[in-house]
Nanobody, 126 residues
């Protein structure tokens, strides 16, 4: 079983950047397809971005294409989310998640993931 811990959240002005990290322990990190989700107040948790086990393929929500980049370092058991050109509507708690299966359509859904971190708050001021 893998444990996930996010870090790097904070307060940033619109147009700014943040990099989130997700550190994994207790499992073989490279065995997991990984994703980031976010949840704004009063809204459902939504898919943001995901990456295959090797890091060779990534998947994006339309709302973050061209602004967010996902990467992973399997040697460091860590995944990253680089967020640029941030907007107030990006404000949310960001969660990293691990999926035992490889890519399927369920990779865009919260119930497609087996393990979750506790989340890190990202606030973008206008």
């Amino acid at each position: 079983q893998v444990q996930l811990v996010e870090s790097g959240g904070g307060l940033v002005q619109a147009g700014g950047s943040l990099r989130l990290s997700c550190a994994a322990s207790g499992g073989t990190f490279s065995n997991y397809f990984m994703g980031w989700f976010r949840q704004a107040p009063g809204k459902e948790r939504e898919f943001v971005i995901a990456i295959t086990r090797s890091g060779g393929v990534t998947y994006y929500a339309d709302s973050v294409k061209g602004r967010f980049t996902i990467s992973r370092d399997n040697a460091k058991n860590t995944m990253y989310l680089q967020m640029n050109s941030l907007k107030p509507e990006d404000t949310a708690v960001y969660y990293c998640a691990a999926r035992v299966e490889g890519y399927t359509s369920r990779a865009y859904r919260t119930d497609g993931y087996n393990y979750w971190g506790q989340g890190t708050q990202v606030t973008v001021s206008s």
